[in-house]
């Protein structure tokens, strides 16, 4: 993976896409505009977010993802198991799509949401922030998969992802759980 950071590199900064807010204005690269603003310096790093990468990277790490490269049969297995349950916040709410499969199993596996169908596991990994958001999820084992990077204000991104996953996987398990998001997010927002 040539082309992906954890860390600040601002010497790549010409190749990321630039976060702006509503109003169009771009604070910089690495920064964060809401609450009180801060950009974070060379060489900085977050675990939970920053992470700079391309689509055919992260293609190449799904495939290794589904290879079980660099890692055993073992943990192959417990990535794919459901760890931990998602009561409630589940994704899939089987009884707002009857037309649609319902999992058999549903919630967190190792690193990932976990979908268990009959023959089928959906692997499932997203993230938003101020600027961005994304999901990238894979079938097996048919090895199919959607990876959807949308720079653009959150709210504006997730306006777009449902007509997104609609249009490139019209039976996604994830279509309804980002409907739901927006809906939630017109009624926070008070915004028809």
Known sequence: MAHTDFTVRTEHADKIARPVDDGGVFHGY????????????????????DMMTTVEDYAEFLVAVIDADGYGPAIASDRDHVQSDK?????????????LPCPAQQGYGLG???????GVT?????????????VAYVYKPSRDGVIIFLNAPNRRALEA?????????????????????????KVTEKIP
């Open 87 to 99: 009561g409630s916040e589940r994704i899939v709410h089987c009884e707002d799509a009857p037309n």
């Open 122 to 134: 959906v692997l499932e990994h997203g993230g938003a922030d101020w600027a961005q958001l994304a």
């Open 112 to 118: 990932f949401n976990v979908l268990k169908y009959d």
């Open 30 to 49: 690495f920064c964060r505009p809401e609450g009180t603003a801060f950009c974070r310096k060379q060489g900085d790093w977050s675990a939970a977010s």
């Open 161 to 185: 992802m449902p007509g997104m996953l609609a249009l490139v996987d019209p039976a996604s398990p994830f279509l309804a759980e980002y409907s739901r998001w927006l809906e939630r997010a």
